[in-house]
């Protein structure tokens, strides 16, 4: 299945300026595993990726997905998943 990832601020800077990509995936893939994905799929900026997916929020077809529901939120073909972030500001 195809699904399409928006990257913004430090996620969008870490991947070199990529804003979004579409990627494959199996079938009933886990949103608590597109992490792991994305870092072997972007080994050569893991360490930055890595800090900055583990502070930021999952976004599913426009809906924030909670922490603690990743590991049951199955992905579907066409969705829509954007890395949001932590905001800061003044």
Not at 9 to 23: D, K, P, Y
Not at 24 to 45: C, F, Q
Request: hydrophobic share 45%; with cysteine; proline share 4%.
């Amino acid at each position: 299945m195809i699904i399409r990832l928006l990257y913004f601020a430090s996620a969008r800077t870490a991947l070199g300026g990529v804003s979004s990509e579409e990627i494959e995936l199996a079938v009933s893939t886990k949103l608590k595993e597109l992490s792991s994905i994305l870092l072997d799929r972007h080994a050569g900026v893991r360490q930055e990726l890595a800090a900055v997916l583990g502070q930021s929020a999952w976004c599913v077809n426009e809906e924030i997905v909670p922490r603690d529901e990743e590991a049951q939120h199955e992905l579907k073909p066409g969705d829509t998943v954007a890395v949001i972030p932590p905001v800061s500001g003044g």
